[in-house]
């Protein structure tokens, strides 16, 4: 019987936990695969070898897991297929499949177009976007969120989209907020490049007030969080993934 198990990340903060938790049961209804499960990385419950035993417990005998991430990098391309390694020694019988994070989408572009649009109030001729990513040793998620950000400013009207990160990749955010200061730019909306609310969005928040300006006009967005089109992208890597027959699938 199939089963998706479903990877985030995971929170110190209970209530991005919970987010996450609501995002994919949302998206759940929308699956036709009678288990699903839900695990985490690290620093929340359960477990990715307890998702898989729960799997298992359930009668799977074929498990799709689908990384709950962003952008491809250390946890999707090491991290998780270790734990699936795990989970083959654990059950050499079944069957493994993997899928890919959400990635370059056009739906992700027009999520960050709405978040912006969310926040009703004009957008100036000049208005410029900061992407703030996570960040991390991988030069891919650099390369894939500057894509992201060349995608956006091509399809809507602002004069700039840069990107930066909170830790792990230059420029950081503390330093893409010291240059903005350094323009004459007026007003410049902020989008946490975050699945959830947790410690780092605090952090974005605490930063901007420090940094904030009477001669420039700093908007925080929402984080993608549980916008429609970002629940659309985690469907069809679920359908993208069920579809392919699993002796093409790379672990």
């Given at each position: 019987?199939?089963?998706?198990?479903?990877?985030?990340?995971?929170?110190?903060?209970?209530?991005g936990?919970?987010?996450?938790?609501?995002?994919?049961?949302?998206?759940?209804?929308?699956?036709?695969?009678?288990?699903?499960?839900?695990?985490?990385?690290?620093?929340?419950?359960?477990?990715?070898?307890?998702?898989?035993?729960?799997?298992?417990?359930?009668?799977?005998?074929?498990?799709?897991?689908?990384?709950?991430?962003?952008?491809?990098?250390?946890?999707?391309?090491?991290?998780?297929?270790?734990?699936?390694?795990?989970?083959?020694?654990?059950?050499?019988?079944?069957?493994f499949?993997?899928?890919?994070?959400?990635g370059?989408?056009?739906?992700?572009?027009?999520?960050?177009?709405?978040?912006?649009?969310?926040?009703?109030?004009?957008?100036?001729?000049?208005?410029?976007?900061?992407?703030?990513?996570?960040?991390?040793?991988?030069?891919?998620?650099?390369?894939?969120?500057?894509?992201?950000?060349?995608?956006?400013?091509?399809?809507?009207?602002?004069?700039?989209?840069?990107?930066?990160?909170?830790?792990?990749?230059?420029?950081?955010?503390?330093?893409?907020?010291?240059?903005?200061?350094?323009?004459?730019?007026?007003?410049?909306?902020?989008i946490?490049?975050?699945?959830?609310?947790?410690?780092?969005?605090?952090?974005?928040?605490?930063t901007?007030?420090?940094?904030?300006?009477?001669?420039?006009?700093?908007?925080?967005?929402?984080?993608?969080?549980?916008?429609?089109?970002?629940?659309?992208?985690?469907?069809?890597?679920?359908?993208?993934?069920?579809a392919?027959?699993?002796?093409?699938?790379?672990?």
């Amino acid at each position: 019987m199939q089963a998706v198990l479903y990877v985030g990340h995971g929170s110190r903060i209970q209530a991005g936990v919970e987010e996450a938790i609501q995002f994919i049961e949302n998206c759940k209804v929308m699956i036709d695969v009678p288990i699903q499960e839900i695990c985490f990385l690290e620093l929340a419950s359960p477990s990715v070898d307890e998702g898989i035993i729960k799997c298992v417990e359930r009668g799977a005998t074929k498990i799709a897991v689908v990384p709950i991430l962003l952008l491809t990098a250390n946890h999707a391309n090491e991290d998780i297929p270790f734990e699936i390694e795990v989970g083959k020694v654990m059950y050499p019988d079944f069957e493994f499949t993997y899928g890919k994070a959400f990635g370059i989408h056009p739906k992700i572009v027009d999520s960050l177009y709405d978040r912006v649009i969310e926040q009703q109030m004009p957008i100036d001729e000049e208005a410029q976007v900061l992407l703030v990513g996570r960040g991390s040793s991988d030069l891919a998620v650099k390369r894939d969120l500057t894509e992201i950000a060349q995608l956006l400013a091509n399809k809507y009207p602002f004069q700039k989209v840069d990107v930066c990160f909170l830790y792990g990749t230059a420029p950081s955010f503390d330093e893409a907020l010291e240059q903005l200061q350094q323009t004459t730019q007026r007003q410049v909306f902020i989008i946490p490049y975050l699945l959830f609310s947790g410690i780092l969005m605090n952090g974005i928040t605490r930063t901007i007030a420090k940094h904030s300006s009477s001669d420039q006009q700093i908007i925080l967005c929402e984080n993608l969080g549980y916008h429609k089109y970002v629940q659309d992208v985690l469907v069809e890597r679920v359908n993208d993934l069920l579809a392919t027959p699993a002796i093409l699938q790379a672990i």
